[in-house]
């Protein structure tokens, strides 16, 4: 598990160093509290990483980008969870172009749960991406299914 623990980082790290976008995109572009009057804003989704021919999967990674205005102390987070492990990212500098780094939570094939938050009241639009990947770093199968956006 520590290998792939540390293959998952390496790749997670050589995508975000590179600003590479995988050949398949899972993206999408939303506004988290269009009114800016919440302090708390969550989205949930599960993502199910199968093999599509392509290999089992081995990881999900994930990363984000805050599109809106810079404003003090407010930010946009993803988190990855399967079984008891989990990771987070923020997307530090807002409305700077650049996504976060990614992240890459190695939990083979099958289900896992992908939320967005933010960190005070105001609205949030951003970008989030997410694929599922082999062992040798080939996208494989993602499926994504929203449970939650308020």
Known sequence: MKTLIVTACAIAFSLGALGALPAAADSVRATMDATGTRATFTGLARVTCFDDGNGPAAMLV??????????????????????SAAL?????????????????????????????????AGARTFDLEWHCYTATSVHTGTDVTVQQFQ
């Open 62 to 83: 994930a990363r984000i980008r805050d599109n809106s205005p810079a404003v003090h102390g407010l930010m946009v987070s993803v988190q990855l969870v399967k079984g």
């Open 88 to 120: 987070s990212i923020s997307d530090e500098i807002s409305g700077d172009d650049s996504y976060s780094d990614y992240i890459a939570l190695p939990g083979g094939s099958g289900e896992y749960i992908m939320m967005v938050d933010k960190t005070a």
